[in-house]
């Protein structure tokens, strides 16, 4: 029987072996366990942080895709166990540059961990699970890419939270974390308490450095500062957002990787919440958009990313006419929007997102009722030499102006639509577009 | 140059070189210059090349001296660079002729580095005849020859001149009518295979799965084919069998597929129209191709006939010395010398303890023979002659032998014509060291039951040593307790599991001592209980919500607080979560009797300990785990249990608890480490070949045993004989019964030549025309080389005198009784007195003998027997019986008969619950069968049922049928040690008629009537 110092025992009294370390920072480590492929074990570097940990234990988090605690570990060494599947590594490795030593920041590095549209669905998921804390009332933190879990696959994104260590209820803030440098909202500098806004700010700065491979503020100005000052300016708000519409003080320079990048990666509807962010709400927090926002709009930029024809491993948006990495040209793409109403009066657009014509496409609660919380495919459309298969769930049922069933459609010429009316039980019926936007 | 040698040295090339006569070889050139000198007397001039042959002793004295010589070839080169001098002409230095050498009779002796040769005139060829050290000594006196001396191999291993390959060749392709016939059985058996496959058909099919009993699914591809397939099977069950290929048709276009995957089986159609294939072995997970062929079976016919084909092609080709011998000899021509060879002493204390005794002349001869055989032996074993122990004393001799050697150069292949035989052979070779291990399938599954049984004894007799000590308690107990935890480390147990094992150990105080046992049972109740309160999924939900609705604000309080409280107090299983203190506290919160304050510091302090609680319990179930606690048992367990067998257990108790350990646990390290070691592989005829066997014997074997080599079909037997390469060793006895054949191929032949020759050879055993064969080349090489073993213990001497005149004397084969006292013969039947031998006489008017299908039956016969069998059985509880008959409708009816008589069950099987044919062993006292099942048995008391009988009336000449051969009757009259009866129409035997065609059974009937026998009509 071991009793090495890889051993620990939980307050159920169940004995772990630790296995490597996944993640450390300033309060413990992360380590998987040996022989239990789904748990890993967090030991605190302060025991009296065990306390907060219990409060947090107590949480209503079953369902989320959040790595809280399961049981507790006290004794000689004190921590708590945790939910992770084991194909999971943390977000820092492959997607951030030079904050961890240095890192080539180039079209094909970017394209290689995933491209465009891996780093907008971890940046949805991200998003998705911020809001769903915070509509439970409480706040994360410390969000920053040592506790963002991602798929070691490339072509999955599942994400996870972990460290949940600071997850605070806003009736009864826990101030003592000001967050990850690089990754604070500037009021908390200030001593202000953390709250979903300033989590809102630290969401943004995630999303933007995913994206775009820089801090929000990390412009001309801040490389003309010393390192650490430039930080440390950065963390406090001091500097102008990079892309700020008044002062351009702080621009990315001319011919940097992400001046270069920057209107492929950002949505129009990202650039607004950026600026909302970093220019107007970057020191007053009530100007910012919530988590739920964040949400919309990276799912809503995530639906339009297409691939490059050719295979060069680009994803960009479907706006963009040709492959920004080889030039390829855009072909017809498959648009499906979704509405309220019905034939006769269709009502404002919900959702427009690319119809794939190479893979499955799943039509999600989502887009049809903005349901972030069920991820089953309400309709799957497979694509056919000819058009789409229609595979709806069992009582769901699609059909056309006629009022028949439809199992398969062609896909409509430029400028027409075919429309459809999706209806499913206990929920607001809704209307599917199917468009082509012809090649440029 | 270099530097000048030593003094001594040099001074003595001074003192040769003025002399004037010397030759110097250069051996080592470089800075140490190393010189080879010799001096001589002489010159001599010898004007032709001189060829000296180098026969298997040379070969084995020189890899005696010198170990890198692997082959003969080896040792050539390595002569002709020790002995023959380098130089511009061919030299070499022999020793002066003496006086005692005279040159006439071509005698000398080589001189080389080292060595001398003895060299000598033999039939006219010059060969070595021995090697011995040599060093140079002044007064040898030395000539140099100026001549070419050449070294040729003589060995029997000796590579095949172009020469004798022709020589071979032609052999076999000489009109040799006895394998001509052969050959052309063997062709037309594949023919009758082929067309038997293709009367079934093919048909090709797209989709195959696997069903879950093992069969496979076929699904036709729509084609006049399929529905001919379908057609054809109907709603029979037929050989079939499936892959990419279609065996019986090469002409089948298979497309790209290179698999050569197939199942055989019986296969059927559905109702669906597909095809089910029910595999008739065991296939593992072949991967069938998803399209292929479902065809009539007949790839396990085409192995069966390629394997015959391979031997034989190898017995053409001469690949090794016993079978080129064998093709000599058996072509009438003299045999191949076979030269001088080390010679090995038969007796040792291992044959005799093996033999159970001191072996009789002719079976110490036939052991000398064996084990010396430069090529082929042949022993014939009459009945109770003690064969199969000559082989496990042959076994065991050249295992003790060769015991330096590897295990791989020196294995022996015990083989014979059926999986039965090779189990018995695999038993009785087994001399209680390493087992034989049986390689091969039997009904498609691997016989292992021969080393399983062997494992299994070895783990008893170990038992055994510690069955009843405290010592063997102590140390069972302790492997327990090792074998509990070590399953409980290692695989992360459930609850149950864990509070088990606990409880395993509670009830285990001398092995543990009290205080542990204590601990142990103390913990698997807290786990018990702690595991009961965790409850259900939905319960744990539940209590949960109500938990957290319960309000600790004073805001929230005041709303609702005394509602939320009510709700969870009035929740039984919340309830039931909470101590005496929070019950009280909720109670009164839910009836609002508490103050704000106080509320809500208590709906706090409820919540938070109510939530813990259900998420640990729900931990607790959700990781199957090991707790601390209980591991700290398990380690004071096992040290206690530790400490009480180092108090009570002796070293060596201790030493063979761990090697049984091995024997028990590693089945598969056992197992591989016999097949490394053991001296001996077993397998059929046609197994010998097969992959598994391949994968273990890369080499030939240096010996094959061939047991019942008589029953083997001639084509069958030359699989073994071809892989020996050291020699080949056959045992049987053409006097029982021959190899079994194809009846409907035997008119096809017939048809095609002289009927009369081709029924001599299909009924004479390869073994029987050896037998004669290998007589005659004893008479040309005076090698002996065939062997009757000639005294049989098994049989009363009246018996055996009787069997050895009637079968053996005729042919001047002669075996004599071992045991010349009566009485140990006796079987203490009442009714039959002291006889040894009777006729129970059931004459015409008893009953008719009828056919039964292509066989006859004769139930009053049987009826007879069946009542004598079981007061006999009653009678006495030590004897075994065998019923025997020469017809399977009469086998069929004695077992009829036992069934009314309620001996035996439906299937043919004794009557489990009949406690008189079972012996005290739980083994079976009595066999009933056709006499093709009894070659190699033996029993007590055997009743022989003749069956036949003369229709009462009828001016017919009496029918014998089957009896007439010769060869089954030896085989039924000779299987008893203490008393035959014969049950049959004795006015049927008694006839001139029968004298004439029946004379064995004629004379013992008259047998009968003598001192030692006995008549009776029943």
Known sequence: ?440 | MCDPPEPDDLEWLQTVASAGTYVVELLQPGTDVVLRVLTFDGIQHWTEPREIGVDDLIVETAQRTNRSLKRSTDVIDWLTETICLAGPEPMAVVVASSGTHDDKNGAFRLVGAGIAMDVKLLDERLVASRIVRYRPRAERRLLLVRGEIRFSDISRTAPLSYMQQQELRQLAEENNAYLAIWDEYNQLELNAAAAAARDIGWAPYDRVSRRADGSWEFELRTHLRSDALRDRIGSETVGLEAGAKVAFDETVDTGRSSTTKVIIGLGRVTRQGTIVITPSADDGDVALPQSGHVAGAFTLDKVRIDRRNRAREAITDGTTVPVRQLATILGDKPPIPVGRRRLHPPMSARVREVLGGQPTPAQLQAIDMAINSPDVALIQGPPGTGKTRVIAAIQARLAEINRGESALARRVLLTSYQHDAVANLVQAADDGTLPPVKLGRQDGREDQSHLAAWTHDLIKRLERRHATSHSGDILRAQRELADRTDYYLNVNPNVTETVELLGWIERHVDLVDAGIAVDAGRAARRLTYELGAAGARVHQERILALARRLRTTAAGYEDDGADTARAAFTTQSFHDTLDGEQRRNLEAAARGDLSIDEAIKSMAAIRDSVIDRVLDSRARAGFVSRFPEVDAILQRARNEAQRQVDLQVTSVDRVVAGFRDVVERQPAAVHDSIMAHTRALAATCQQSVSGSMRDVQSVPFDTVIVDEAARANPLDLMIPLALASGRAILVGDHRQLPQLLDETIAPKISARHDSVVVRNVLSRSLFERLFTKLQDAERRDGQKRVITLDRQYRMHPVLGTFINQQFYAPYGEHVTNGFSDEARFAHGLTRYSGAACGWLDVPPESGPEVRAGSSFSRPAEATVIVNELKDALEENHDLTFGVVTFYKGQAAAIWREMREAGLADRDETLNSSYPALWSSRGLPRVRIGTVDAFQGREFDVVFLSTTRSRRSGSRQRPQFGFLVLPNRLCVAMSRQRRLLVAVGDSSMYSTDEAREALPALHAFFELTGGEHGLRRRP
């Open chain 1, 1 to 440: 029987m071991r009793s090495d110092a890889t051993l620990v025992t939980d307050d159920a009294g169940v004995n772990f072996t630790l296995g490597p370390l996944i993640a450390k920072g300033g309060q413990g480590a992360v380590y998987r366990v040996e022989g239990y492929p789904e748990v890993a074990i967090k030991l605190l570097e302060r025991p009296e942080d065990l306390e907060r940990i219990k409060s947090v234990r107590r949480l209503p988090l079953d369902g989320l895709p959040v790595a809280a605690p399961v049981t507790l570990i006290q004794g000689r060494r004190s921590g708590y166990t945790m939910r992770l599947a084991s194909d999971m590594r943390p977000l820092r490795e492959p997607y951030l540059p030079s904050d961890f030593g240095p890192r080539e920041t180039t079209p094909r590095w970017y394209s290689e961990t995933g491209g465009l549209r891996r780093r907008l669905a971890i940046a949805a998921n991200t998003a998705d699970v911020i809001a769903k804390l915070h509509g439970l009332g409480l706040t994360y933190v410390d969000l920053n890419p040592n506790n963002v879990m991602v798929s070691v696959d490339l072509t999955r994104d599942v994400t996870w939270l972990i460290d949940c260590d600071n997850l605070t209820s806003m009736s009864k803030p826990k101030w003592d974390v000001l967050g990850f440098r690089g990754y604070a909202a500037p009021e908390r500098k200030r001593k202000a308490p953390p709250s979903t806004l300033a989590d809102a700010y630290i969401l943004g700065v995630h999303v933007f450095r995913m994206l775009v491979l820089r801090h929000p503020l990390e412009g001309a100005m801040a490389d003309a500062l010393d390192g650490n000052e430039a930080r440390e300016r950065m963390d406090r708000g001091d500097l102008p957002y990079v892309a700020d519409r008044d002062d351009d003080s702080n621009r990315l320079a001319r011919g940097t990787f992400g001046w270069g990048i920057f209107d492929l990666v950002l949505s129009k509807q990202v650039q607004r919440l950026c600026r909302q962010t970093f220019s107007e709400g970057r020191l007053d927090p009530t100007k910012r958009p919530g988590s739920a926002r964040w949400r919309e709009v990276l799912f809503a930029a995530l639906n339009n990313v297409i691939d490059c024809p050719a295979p060069c491993g680009w994803s960009y948006f479907r706006t963009v006419k040709a492959c920004p990495s080889c030039g390829t040209p855009s072909g017809a793409v498959a648009l499906l929007s979704v509405y309220g109403g019905d034939f006769e009066q269709p009502l404002s657009e919900r959702d427009t997102f690319v119809v794939s014509q190479s893979i499955d496409t799943a039509v999600l609660p989502r887009h049809l009722w903005g349901r972030f919380d069920q991820h089953d495919a309400v309709v799957t459309l497979q694509p056919t030499s000819r058009g789409l298969e229609i595979k709806p769930q069992h009582d769901v049922t699609l059909t056309d102006k006629s009022g028949k069933v439809t199992q398969r459609v062609r896909l409509p010429a430029p400028g027409r639509v075919v429309r459809l009316k999706l209806e499913a039980p206990g929920r607001p019926a809704r209307m599917l577009a199917l468009r082509t936007m012809a090649a440029s």
